[in-house]
């Protein structure tokens, strides 16, 4: 037996709570939880009974989070499980939660890659599409096997495309050439071209006939 000697709400999830027995932490469980086996400090308790009661409704909670975090939109591993930590949930839990994400394919971070590429290959250079992925807590080995089926040629053309237009812009308030040169540059690298892209590119860009 134990003594409940603090009960605290969560900071960051007002629906779960933190135990203290005998003046330590113990574990979390959720409001619901507490007030339905009707816990107040100073009570004795049964730590194993309580302990296994809050360890399996902590589980199926935090697996009903997960599946909401990815029910819009889908979700990296990383941000499923930042997401979990936020809500307080202990990191058994969060495992076995992306587990089961995981196993029902709900939660597949060489899919997701595969999505965003396709998704942003049309306005942004691989080097910047790298840069978002892994910080979005894919792996590199990930990014690097998804990004290796990128053609350049055609990466290249899309820089162009996106070169012309920009030109277009520039020239309404830009006529030295070195000034356009350079803006489209830095253009090109914030848009997350590799450097023999965006010197290709600007060149042929500003060698077009109809460049004043």
């Known amino acids: 037996m134990a003594k409940i000697t603090k009960i605290e709400i969560q900071k960051r999830n007002k629906e779960r709570i933190n135990l203290f027995l005998d003046g330590e932490y113990a574990f ?3 409001l619901e939880l507490m007030y339905k086996e009707g816990l107040k400090v100073n009570q004795e308790v049964d730590i194993n009974i309580l302990k296994t009661l809050a360890k399996k409704e902590s589980y199926i909670r935090c697996k009903e989070s997960a599946l909401k975090i990815i029910e819009r939109n889908y979700k990296t591993e990383k941000e499923v499980r930042d997401k979990l930590k936020l809500k307080g949930y202990e990191e ?4 076995s939660s992306i587990e089961f994400l995981k196993n029902y394919n709900f ?3 060489c899919n997701y890659t595969k999505a965003f590429i396709k998704d942003k290959i049309n306005i942004q250079g691989s080097q910047k599409i790298k840069y978002n992925l892994i910080k979005k807590g894919i792996s590199k080995e990930i990014v690097q096997e998804q990004l290796s089926s990128i ?4 990466e290249k053309i899309t820089a162009l495309n996106l070169a012309k237009k920009k030109l277009n812009i520039i020239k ?3 006529n030295d050439e070195y000034k356009i040169s350079g803006k489209l540059y830095r253009f090109l690298i914030s848009k997350g071209y590799g450097y023999d892209i965006v010197k290709e590119v600007v060149k042929e860009v500003m060698a077009l006939d109809d460049f004043e």
């Open 107 to 109: 939660l597949n971070d």
């Open 172 to 174: 309404k308030s830009e």
């Open 92 to 95: 058994d839990d969060i495992d």
């Open 28 to 30: 979390s469980l959720s």
């Open 151 to 154: 053609n350049k040629d055609d």
